[in-house]
């Protein structure tokens, strides 16, 4: 109704009166400068839950690489400074972001069913854990107990279906390897990432290494970490929107 509509002025003035809290906001939102981001990443606090992360990941890349039949082979490692608007944060709640991603190979010349039951005693990862599970399947996606059924029958659903390629899955994690009949497991290559800053370490002669290793052993085995844990812990580090007009 023409009675519910602002007049004029109204209008003017709620015009006006917005301007500062837009500029405001595109102020916290503009991408923050360089330095900005150096300094943040070097913070006490920031080392330390870097130092954690490494620990996490070296831990559970230890753990594969002891498992009795598995050889380790190469490492490679990103960490990497993410800015706000690249779909990782769509609520824009953060300024910065902190990953530690990691993809590391293995090799075995044991077959798979025998590899998966030693990584099961091994306690490698909760593997399966935190993913969505159709109760009228008789194990968890990504679980061992999963990727041994499809052994056991032959790749195979109850109704006689192909299945997918198993994997193993933890939060963040997986654990995939090459398969008969199957595209093998990416080999290495130099990742690129759309972030602010890039940090990558890894070993040029990495492909060549993993193409080695599978000529001498058979398998290859490909742990991938994401870096993320979901959206309740995006990264490792995490600076919230407005750090820096309360003069941080």
Request: glycine content about 12%; hydrophobic content about 35%.
């Amino acid at each position: 109704m023409a009675g519910d509509r602002p007049s004029a002025t109204e209008f003017f003035l709620g015009t006006l009166l917005s301007v500062p809290g837009r500029i405001a906001d595109a102020t916290i939102r503009r991408p923050p400068p360089y330095r900005w981001v150096l300094s943040r990443t070097r913070t006490p606090r920031a080392r330390a839950a870097r130092a954690a992360e490494r620990a996490v990941v070296e831990g559970l890349i230890g753990r594969l690489g002891a498992v009795d039949g598995v050889v380790h082979v190469v490492t490679q490692l990103d960490d990497r400074r993410l800015g706000p608007g690249l779909g990782l944060d769509p609520g824009r709640r953060l300024e910065l972001v902190c990953q530690l991603a990691a993809t590391a190979y293995f090799a075995t010349a044991l077959e798979i069913p025998e590899l998966l039951r030693r990584i099961d005693a091994a306690g490698v990862a909760d593997w399966g854990s935190g993913l969505r599970h159709d109760p009228r399947q008789p194990h968890p996606p990504g679980s061992v107990a999963d990727a041994l059924a499809y052994y056991r029958h032959g790749g195979r659903h109850p109704d006689g279906s192909p299945r997918n390629t198993p994997a193993l899955y933890a939060l963040g994690t997986t654990l995939s390897w090459d398969e008969p009949g199957r595209p093998p497991v990416p080999e290495p290559n130099a990742t690129m990432f759309n972030s602010s800053i890039s940090q990558y370490t890894g070993d040029p002669a990495a492909p060549g290494l993993v193409a080695a290793a599978r000529a001498e052993h058979g398998v290859i085995l490909r742990l991938s970490r994401s870096g993320a844990g979901g959206p309740q812990r995006p990264g490792y580090f995490t600076v919230p929107r407005g750090w820096r007009r309360r003069g941080h």
